[in-house]
């Protein structure tokens, strides 16, 4: 069974580079045809799309966030990576990885999510 | 970019039928058919329920169809049960290869 399981650092000060870690359990990343997301849902209100990478490194962004955006694959730990720079309140969410099947954003696993707050 | 357009809320008592639209524009709902839905229960992950417009992930109850026409894709849910309250996101590949998501819909079950 596929388990994921999101990391981070809980508090991050506004202009700081967020940094996020999936751990990925019951099954490979670079398996053929997977694709591996990021998804981010601030309190109270709905989900957004962040960015997703294939089984080979193909990244995705969201245009309005792909600035600040960097996703990666750390195939030596079955670990995704994801990156967002110079965070402000605004960026203050659960944060969600999941696997995506590949049918444009259909994600049928996904982590429990962590909750990341931007503050001083 | 704007998020896909959902009704805030919808309401049904238990064994009715119900729907949820999802606008879009042919640039993402209407271009493919590569619309899922998503129920999420509060303080949960969401769950995926229907993925290409109309196919059901193994698990998910028969009870949960989907479908699309031009630029809108719909959910319906028929004999609603009391666990099926919850909110729903639609979500469809968009020109830019990226994902968008509806704005999400509450279900109540009276």
């Known amino acids: 069974q596929l388990q994921l399981q999101e990391s981070g650092p809980g508090l991050v000060k506004p202009s700081e580079t967020l940094s996020l870690t999936c751990i990925v359990s019951?099954?490979?990343?670079?398996?053929?045809?997977?694709?591996w997301g990021w998804i981010r849902q601030p309190p109270g209100k709905g989900l957004e799309w962040l960015a997703s990478i294939s089984h080979s490194g193909t990244t995705y962004y969201s245009p309005s966030l792909k600035s600040r955006l960097t996703i990666s694959l750390v195939t030596s730990k079955n670990q995704v990576s994801l990156k967002l720079d110079s965070v402000t309140a605004a960026d203050t969410a659960v944060y969600y990885c999941?696997?995506?099947?590949?049918?444009?954003?259909?994600?049928?696993?996904w982590g429990q999510g962590t909750l990341v707050t931007v503050s001083s | 970019q704007s998020a896909l357009t959902q009704p805030a809320s919808v309401s049904g008592s238990p064994g009715q039928s119900i729907t949820i639209s999802c606008s879009g524009t042919?640039?993402?709902?209407?271009?493919?058919?590569?619309v899922s839905w998503y129920q999420q229960h509060p303080g949960k992950a969401p769950k995926l329920m229907i993925y290409?417009?109309?196919k059901r992930p193994s698990g998910v109850s028969n009870r949960f169809s989907g479908s699309k026409s031009g630029n809108s894709a719909s959910l319906t849910i028929s004999g609603l049960q009391t666990e099926d309250e919850a909110d729903y996101y639609c979500s469809s590949l968009v020109d830019t290869s990226s994902v968008m998501f509806g704005g999400g819909t509450k279900l109540t079950v009276l």
């Open positions: 042919s640039s993402d709902v209407g271009k493919y058919n590569l």
């Open positions: 999941a696997r995506d099947i590949g049918s444009g954003g259909a994600a049928d696993y």
């Open positions: 290409e417009v109309n």
């Open positions: 019951g099954g490979s990343i670079t398996t053929t045809g997977d694709y």
